[in-house]
């Protein structure tokens, strides 16, 4: 339920709306795509787990903030 409501409005609950309406059965396509999300989460959170302590955070969030920056760069040459 907690990723449900952190997730209402993303890409993956639209699709899920499509699908129940298209397959008449709201339970089970909600079912389906929670845990298919959760599927996809799980090793995530646990490759993040074991990097964490191989890559100091702050080496992380350094490279991150250089993508963001990048990105926005990028999407304001593209304007």
Known sequence: LGIFVLE???KTQ???VALAA???SVVLVAT???LG???ADIPAVLLAGR???LVPLRYVRMVAALIFIA???WGLLEL
């Open 8 to 10: 209402i409005g993303d």
């Open 14 to 16: 639209v699709a899920t």
């Open 22 to 24: 298209r397959f008449h």
């Open 32 to 34: 389906g795509t929670t």
């Open 37 to 39: 999300m959760l599927a």
């Open 51 to 53: 990097a964490q302590n």
């Open 71 to 73: 990105l926005g760069i």
